[in-house]
């Protein structure tokens, strides 16, 4: 099972500025990796599949990168609504296990 | 529009049984090979079960395997979650989740708002 580890747990970043968060896998998994939004209370949101894709409807100040072990969700300008908790998932073990990381607090400095 | 409605939640006592349900709408269900994700209380989500959309081959999580079965209605648009032999590390909120990507390698482009399971003496 490929364990997923995310960092910082918490991340302090004023409105306007730029934020990078980070997702290192246990082994390689490719571009295999998604991002994850969640806002309290409600269900994770899609932002990033195949580790660099944006999903279908999210704004471009999102961006992911990385590839084989190393990843990074860039949100470059923040917006208040940007404030949450964002998640990595990878999806390249077989048999299929998909496994998160344990989140990034995005939070207002 | 997709939208995922998931019901059956609740609070059940440790060993006992509960069956959840996902009604999907908006998408060719029967396309679309389906998830159910949980995320227990102050966690990150954990991936449980995946059925295929034809086939209705399954995967599922070790921490579940042999006490849940996910099964499909493709007739009705229906996913489901038999659960038993519930322990109390089964407390969570049950998301269903629509998979996007191919041969089995997933992430998950639509949820559903959540079924909370409790177990609890």
């Known amino acids: 099972e490929t364990v997923m580890t995310q960092s910082p747990a918490t991340l302090s970043v004023s409105p306007g500025e730029r934020a990078t968060l980070s997702c290192r896998a246990s082994q390689s998994i490719s571009s295999n990796l998604a991002w994850y939004q969640q806002q309290p209370g409600q269900a994770p949101r899609l932002l990033i599949y195949d580790a660099s894709t944006r999903a279908t409807g999210i704004p471009a100040r999102f961006s992911g990168s990385g590839s084989g072990t190393e990843f990074t969700l860039t949100i470059s300008s923040l917006q208040s609504e940007d404030f949450a908790i964002y998640y990595c998932?990878?999806?390249?073990?077989?048999?299929?296990?998909?496994?998160f990381g344990q989140g990034t607090k995005l939070e207002i400095k | 529009e997709v939208q995922l409605l998931e019901s059956g939640g609740g609070l059940v006592q440790p060993g006992g049984s509960l069956r959840l349900s996902c009604e999907a709408s908006?998408?060719?269900?029967?396309?679309?090979?389906m998830s159910w994700v949980r995320q227990a209380p102050g966690k990150g989500p954990e991936w449980v079960s995946v059925?295929?959309?034809?086939?209705?081959?399954?995967y599922y999580a070790d921490s579940v395997k042999g006490r849940f079965t996910i099964s499909r209605d493709n007739s009705r648009d229906t996913l489901s979650l038999q659960m038993s032999s519930l322990t109390v590390e089964d407390t969570a909120v049950y998301y269903c989740?629509?998979?996007?990507?191919?041969?089995?390698?997933?992430?998950?482009?639509?949820w559903g708002q959540g079924t909370l399971v409790t177990v609890s003496s």
């Open positions: 908006g998408f060719t269900f029967s396309r679309f090979d």
């Open positions: 998932q990878q999806y390249n073990d077989w048999p299929p296990m998909y496994t």
């Open positions: 059925i295929s959309g034809g086939r209705g081959t399954t």
């Open positions: 989740a629509k998979a996007l990507g191919n041969n089995w390698r997933y992430s998950f482009d639509q």
